[in-house]
T-cell receptor
Framework: DAMVIQNPRYQVTQFGKPVTLSCSQTLNHNVMYWYQQKSSQAPKLLFHYYDKDFNNEADTPDNFQSRRPNTSFCFLDIRSPGLGDAAMYLC?????????FGSGTRLTVV | AQSVTQLGSHVSVSEGALVLLRCNYSSSVPPYLFWYVQYPNQGLQLLLKYTTGATLVKGINGFEAEFKKSETSFHLTKPSAHMSDAAEYFCAVSAASYQKVTFGTGTKLQVIP
């Protein structure tokens, strides 16, 4: 039973064309995270929410935005994807037992 | 601030041999420590975690890790490697249960038949 669901699993977008990645969770956890992971690197935190309080990491590019309309859903918007934004994007929510990750969305920019 | 250092970006072991993946941490407060496993094109899955109490922590798939404060280490071990253990492993640290987690750079484990 998937508890953190990311859609789509694979996304191909054109250079400069806005794209939105989605994440939903059935755990009712207040804290949610978006990570970017490039090949053979550690996940890099982009944003996190405590409930609806939004926290932007200092080095997250302005090209990246996030929305959390309710507890269950969280979106990552990339306004003008560049080739350097090709990566795996991971969503996670956090409860008392730690993080639960989704399966990720692999973004390809062409 | 917290950080972790994973020694060795690639580790190869023979099937049936001991697995040892090294992790050292730095933390200004008592750390919460984690090991995650990532299979290709998948998210991260929690293997085990240390919060407080017993320093030897057992996780899923036969893995365990020992918290050694004097050595600031949290190495991951498994007595006998299986082919299905081939994956990337990330050590991670946080300051408390609801604090954001900082990941190490990962270690790719290769299991040779």
């Amino acid at each position: 039973d998937a508890m953190v669901i990311q859609n789509p699993r694979y996304q191909v977008t054109q250079f400069g064309k806005p794209v939105t990645l989605s994440c939903s969770q059935t755990l009712n956890h207040n804290v949610m995270y978006w990570y970017q992971q490039k090949s053979s690197q550690a996940p890099k935190l982009l944003f996190h929410y405590y409930d609806k309080d939004f926290n932007n990491e200092a080095d997250t590019p302005d090209n990246f935005q996030s929305r959390r309309p309710n507890t269950s859903f969280c979106f990552l918007d990339i306004r003008s994807p560049g080739l350097g934004d090709a990566a795996m994007y991971l969503c996670a929510c956090q409860g008392v037992h730690g993080y639960t990750f989704g399966s990720g969305t692999r973004l390809t920019v062409v | 601030a917290q950080s972790v250092t994973q020694l060795g970006s690639h580790v190869s072991v023979s099937e049936g041999a001991l697995v040892l993946l090294r992790c050292n941490y730095s933390s200004s407060v008592p750390p919460y420590l984690f090991w995650y496993v990532q299979y290709p094109n998948q998210g991260l899955q929690l293997l085990l975690k240390y919060t407080t109490g017993a320093t030897l922590v057992k996780g899923i798939n036969g893995f365990e890790a020992e918290f050694k404060k004097s050595e600031t280490s949290f190495h991951l071990t498994k007595p006998s490697a299986h082919m299905s253990d081939a994956a990337e492993y990330f050590c991670a640290v946080s300051a408390a249960s609801y604090q954001k987690v900082t990941f190490g750079t990962g270690t790719k484990l290769q299991v040779i038949p």
